[in-house]
């Protein structure tokens, strides 16, 4: 992702959480393919679509490293289980 998008501002991402994310998909259905185009129908004006993709992309990063970061741990517990096991 470039840097050139700007990310929410407090009050756009209060809208957009309480919204939930099956709201939010319904109105970039709305919107232009463009990253710069506009998402209309929020109360706090309209966001643009690579705003919120910037946004949604940050969190799956973070959700899959976590992932990641659990898988490692859980083979590393099942090894020291079977050595100790021995």
Do not use: H
């Amino acid at each position: 992702m470039t840097n050139d998008v700007p990310e929410l501002t407090a009050v756009q991402r209060t809208e957009t959480e309480a919204l939930g994310p099956e709201n939010v998909r319904l109105k970039l259905m709305y919107a232009g393919a463009a990253r710069g185009a506009d998402v209309p129908g929020f109360r706090c004006g309209s966001i643009t679509r690579g705003t919120i993709e910037q946004s949604t992309l940050s969190w799956a990063k973070i959700a899959g490293w976590a992932g990641i970061v659990g898988a490692v741990v859980g083979i590393v517990g099942i090894i020291v289980a079977i050595l100790l096991a021995k």
